[in-house]
Nanobody
Framework: EVQLVESGGDSVQAGGSLRLSCVIS????????SGWFRQSPGKEREEVAT???????HYANSEKGRFTISQDDEENTLYLQMNDLKPEDTATYYC?????????????????????WGQGTQVTVS
């Protein structure tokens, strides 16, 4: 069983920065992507940024240029650097990991790709 533990959420003023971290308890040879998603009250969960096992990244349009996803494979840690934060970035941020074998797997940008999720960390921007 893989466990994901997020940290780094906080309350900041608009224009500020935060770095979220997600420690992934283990990674197997079947792992093919990790990502950050977020959910605001009354809204569906949405992609923020994803990274594949070959380090290909993808960002939702509103995050391009402001957010950076990265991973440290030696530390089994996924990061999300968030700069120039805006009130609309307020949400619970979830780390996700896709680590399983299948003949066909969804795109890393889809929630359906992921079989492990963290508990979430709150980001509030005022």
């Amino acid at each position: 069983e893989v466990q994901l533990v997020e940290s780094g959420g906080d309350s900041v003023q608009a224009g500020g920065s935060l770095r979220l971290s997600c420690v992934i308890s283990k990674m197997t040879v079947n792992r093919y992507c990790s990502g950050w998603f977020r959910q605001s009250p009354g809204k569906e969960r949405e992609e923020v940024a994803t990274i594949s096992s070959n380090a290909t990244t993808h960002y939702a349009n509103s995050e391009k240029g402001r957010f950076t996803i990265s991973q440290d494979d030696e530390e089994n840690t996924l990061y999300l650097q968030m700069n120039d934060l805006k009130p609309e970035d307020t949400a619970t941020y979830y780390c996700a990991d896709a680590d399983y074998h299948a003949a066909w797997r969804p795109s890393c940008t889809s929630e359906d790709a992921y079989n492990y999720w963290g508990q979430g960390t709150q980001v509030t921007v005022s």
